[in-house]
C-alpha cells in the first residue's frame, strides 16, 4: 500500500468485507504497508482502507475460491482533499447580536450610550430593528430623569413663561420636553432612517490622528452610512430635527410658536450632536461599559 510520492503507508485500517457488506476481518496494516487475510472462506470480498491524511479506498469486487491464494493489486491512496466549513448567518441575525451589545453600553454604567458603535463594520439595521433600538434608548429610565432635569432648569429660568410657575408650570414643561425627546429620538433614529435607508448610529473611529478624529466626529453630524454601507447626507437627523420641531408648535405657548421654533429646535439639535459625537469619539470609549469593539483598525 503506497502514497502518491511511491513511499509506504502504514498503520491504515484495512477491512475485508463480504459483498453484502458485512464486515469479515479488520486489521493495521504493517511498517512496509503490507497486509494479509489469512483462511478466508471463498466468495466474494471487498477491501476497505482508511488511513490518517488519505481518501478512503475501496477495492474492486474479487472473488476467492477454496486454498487460493489472492493477492490485491497495488493500492494507491490518494491525499484527502481538505474540506472547509463556512457557516453562513444572515444579516438581521449579526445585527440583532450587535444591537444587543449595543444595549449594554452606558457611560459610567449609568447613561445609555446605545447609539455610538464601536463596532466599525457593524451590520444593517432593518426597519423593525431601527425602531426597537430608538424605543429602549428613548423609554431608558435615565432618559426621563434627564426630562425631568431639563424641564427643572427651564422651570428655574421662567423658559417659556407662558407656561407659568408652580406644579401645574412644571408639569407642562415637563410634558413638553418629554414629547420633544421622544418625537426627536423616534424621528432621527427610526423613521427618516427607515424610509430614508440610512443607519442612525455613531461609528466610532478611533484610530488615526487627532485631527482625522476630529473632522471624523464633526462630518458625522452631516453624514451618515446608508443600509447598503456608502456615505451619504444625514437627511434623517435634519428632517427628524425639523419635524420634531414643527410638531412643538402645537404644544409649546403660542408666544413662542411659528417656524423659529422649528429652526431653533433644529440649530439645537444640530449643536448638540456635534458635542455629542466629539464626546463619544474622544471619551466614551474609557468611561462605557461592555464595550464590544474598537473601532476603525
Known sequence: MLDVSGATVSGA?????????????????????????????????????????????????????????????????????????????????????????????????????????????????TAKQKFSLATRGTFDPVAMLGVAVAAGIEQSTNAYAGYGQGAA???????????????????????????????????????????????HAVTSAFLARNDSGRTVFNSSYLLGDMASGALSNLYYPKANRGAHLVFTNTAVGLAGRIGTNLMREFLSKSITTNVPGDGKH
Do not use: W
Request: glycine residues 6%; proline residues 6%.
Open 13 to 125: 485500517d484495512v477491512s475485508l468485507t463480504r459483498e453484502d457488506g458485512t464486515p469479515l476481518r479488520t486489521m493495521v496494516s504493517e511498517a512496509s504497508g503490507e497486509f494479509t487475510f489469512t483462511k478466508i472462506p471463498a466468495g466474494s470480498y471487498l477491501v476497505t482502507i482508511n488511513a490518517k491524511g488519505f481518501a478512503p479506498f475501496t477495492s474492486p469486487e474479487f472473488a476467492v475460491a477454496v486454498r487460493q491464494a489472492y493477492e490485491l493489486p497495488d493500492v494507491s491512496l490518494a491525499l484527502a482533499t481538505a474540506s472547509m466549513v463556512v457557516t453562513v448567518r444572515p444579516t438581521e441575525f449579526i445585527a440583532a447580536e450587535q444591537i444587543r451589545a449595543e444595549e449594554k453600553q452606558r457611560l459610567v454604567g449609568f447613561f445609555p450610550n446605545f447609539y455610538t458603535s464601536y463596532i466599525y463594520d457593524a451590520a444593517p439595521l
Open 169 to 215: 408650570g412644571y408639569s407642562k414643561r415637563f410634558a413638553a420636553k418629554f414629547v420633544d425627546g421622544r418625537t426627536s429620538d423616534f424621528f432621527t433614529h427610526a423613521v427618516f432612517p427607515t424610509l430614508l435607508h440610512q443607519d442612525p448610529r455613531y461609528y466610532y473611529q478611533g484610530s488615526g490622528s487627532v485631527k482625522s478624529r476630529f473632522a
